[in-house]
């Protein structure tokens, strides 16, 4: 038996070098044709491999997670590029052609996501401690990527560079009232404010702690009527609105309400409004969420194609006046992310253990490498219904989000509840 598993796990790897110990079982070591890392690893026993063999994607988070799964040599990231590299060899085998469907057969029902199931899920990831987003966001607690002008740029300017981008895409009139969709924590919301103080913002979020903290956030700041979050589905909403916006909250959607979402941006943006979504995106065809991750940190997830989502947009009157694809941003965010979390985890309550700190370990890896390997993307779309209402060229972007960058740097609201 163990002879079968590892002459499958052998079609696997085509990158690099993986040495496997058993329990106390002499090292079995599996070379691909092709250069990569050098990985040694130990299981406890026969049944950590054919969980292995059966569903990687699955198993390594888990054995790590669990302790069961120790890294001999090199460390976690040595392993995830590892992963990484030889994903599409798995993928390619017979074995991975079954353990695909059945994953995209799983993924097409998990992500139905009418609205009670939307709000368990943001409640699953969302509603966790404070603490917790504090040890690893930036003050803004920007849960999204940041835009990099050069790689040495700090976390807390990368977010300011990516706030400043989408609220120059939103071209904000006087007077303009906007919405923004998934508002998070409300450091959007009270940077447009900021940027725009004659703007009304409505943000809506689906996690309670999120819409509490917000609302402090806008007492705190003296803002009420002028900024408002609302615990609410955006299917529930009635106003029209001048600007609408959307980052990261497309990702919770699931594919088979593409179109309705985009159908409420037609039926809820006024006749002269600007949209701008900003949404993780998967290179390739469509394929099922990671189910590691669709297990332990975003039930109800799905990456959307480009063609996913042009398709989705060609059945409403709206239309792209502009589009951005961030291709290696997030990776960096992610390790921004990692490295402060490391930096900080020893001062989270007891309450997240070790075993918790090594998901969120993995997690964080496994997202920077999904970015790394080529697998993902940012894009942002912006929507109109008159093409004429932004400028012909591009070079607007660019000047409004000095203007709006150096605002936010110089004039400061309290972001942060102590």
């Keep these: 038996m163990k002879y079968f598993f590892f002459l499958i796990l052998k079609k696997f790897i085509l990158y690099g070098k993986l040495d496997i110990e058993i329990g106390n079982d002499p090292v079995k070591s599996i070379v ?26 699955l198993s390594f988070g888990e054995l790590y997670m669990n302790k069961e799964l120790k890294i001999k040599k090199g460390n976690l990231e040595d392993l995830m590029k590892f992963l990484m590299l030889n994903y599409n060899s798995w993928q390619s085998t017979n074995f991975g052609k079954i353990r695909k469907y059945l994953n995209d057969l799983k993924n097409f029902f998990s992500t139905f996501n009418p609205i009670k199931k939307a709000k368990r899920n943001a409640a699953h990831h969302y509603d966790l401690n404070d603490d917790l987003f504090e040890s690893f966001l930036d003050k803004r607690r920007q849960y999204s990527c940041g835009f990099f002008y050069s790689k040495n740029e700090s976390l807390e300017d990368a977010q300011i560079n990516k706030v400043s981008r989408l609220v120059a895409k939103l071209q904000i009139n006087k007077g303009n009232t906007v919405l923004d969709i998934g508002c998070g924590w409300g450091g959007l919301g009270l940077s447009i404010y900021n940027c725009n103080p004659s703007t009304r913002i409505t943000g809506i979020t689906l996690s309670e702690k999120q819409h509490i903290y917000f609302n402090q956030l806008i007492k705190k700041n003296k803002l009420t009527g002028k900024v408002e979050c609302l ?25 088979h309400n593409f179109e309705k979402f985009f159908q409420f941006i037609e039926n809820h943006l006024k006749p002269k409004g600007v949209a701008v979504i900003h949404s993780i995106g998967r290179y390739g065809l469509p394929a099922h969420t990671n189910p590691w991750l669709e297990k332990y940190i975003f039930p109800g997830g799905y990456l959307p194609t480009f063609s996913q989502m042009t398709h989705a947009i060609e059945k409403t009157s709206l239309k792209i006046t502009d589009i951005e694809v961030m291709r290696l941003h997030y990776a960096e965010t992610l390790k921004k992310w990692r490295e402060k979390f490391f930096k900080n985890k020893s001062f989270l309550p007891k309450t997240y ?42 070079k607007y972007i660019s000047s409004l989000e000095k203007k709006y960058s150096k605002l936010l740097k110089q004039k400061e609201f309290t972001y942060i509840l102590n």
């Excluded at 490498?369 to 060229?393: N, T």
Aim: charged share 25%; hydrophobic share 40%.
């Design 32 to 57: 691909g044709q092709l250069d990569g890392p050098n990985i040694h690893i130990q299981i406890l026993n026969l049944k950590h491999l054919f969980l292995i063999v059966r569903s990687p994607e």
């Design 231 to 255: 615990l609410k589905d955006y299917r529930e909403l009635d106003n029209e609105y001048d600007r609408i916006v959307s980052v990261g909250m497309l990702e919770h959607v699931g594919h």
């Design 353 to 394: 253990d070790e075993k918790f700190s090594r998901m969120w370990e993995f997690y964080l890896l496994a997202s920077e490498y999904f970015f790394r390997s080529g697998g993902g993307m940012v894009f942002q779309f912006q929507l109109a219904k008159d093409q004429e209402v932004v400028p012909l060229d591009r």
